[in-house]
């Protein structure tokens, strides 16, 4: 991505897919970039994803970097107030007030990148993901590998009987899987 910078502008890009897709990845080779630019960089997630790490964000692959565990959205907003560069991920966790919290962030000149599911368990449309994905300047899918049958896939199956949308989990929970090998779960 080639982005011609003028300073005091800022702007959001989102990174969004499946789980397994390559998101948080994606996000730390960003994140770091701007680090090794000298740029000052805050980094986020919600508190509720302590899968690998409290105060870290971490990739499937084992990549980590330091991050700010936050309850809220609005809480992102208060610490951010130094940086330039702000980074997101598990943006499904924050609910539709991220919105708000990324447009006011970038429209104070910062750079916002922000990951999350832009699907949920059942291939619903996950917000805020899709709203943001609207106002966004710059949007990137990442596709996993379907478990099933090896292609490109977009969508989280959930191989549990859990109906909750919101089940913090890894591999013994979601399995990624395209579009012909996703069952939906049923209605209830
Ligand atoms: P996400 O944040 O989208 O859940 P991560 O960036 O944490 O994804 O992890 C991506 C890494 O997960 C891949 O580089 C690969 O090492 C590993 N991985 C495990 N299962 C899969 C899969 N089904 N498809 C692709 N990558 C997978
Ligand atoms: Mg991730
Ligand atoms: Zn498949």
Redo the contacts with the bound molecule.
Sequence with gaps: MNIIRRKGVGWIEVIC???????????IRRLRRAQIARQKVSIFKPKIDTRYSADEI????S?RLESIPVESAWEILEKAEDADVVGI?EAQFFGMELVDVCQTLADKGKRVIV?GLDQDYRGEPFEPIPQLLAVAEYITK?L????VCGNP?NRTQRITKDEERVIVGG?DIY??RCRKCFKPPKKP
């Design positions: 897919g499946s789980m397994y897709s390559g998101k948080t990845e994606e996000l971490v990739s499937h692959s990549l991920d990951a990442t996993a590998i379907c478990m896939a591999r399995e990624a």
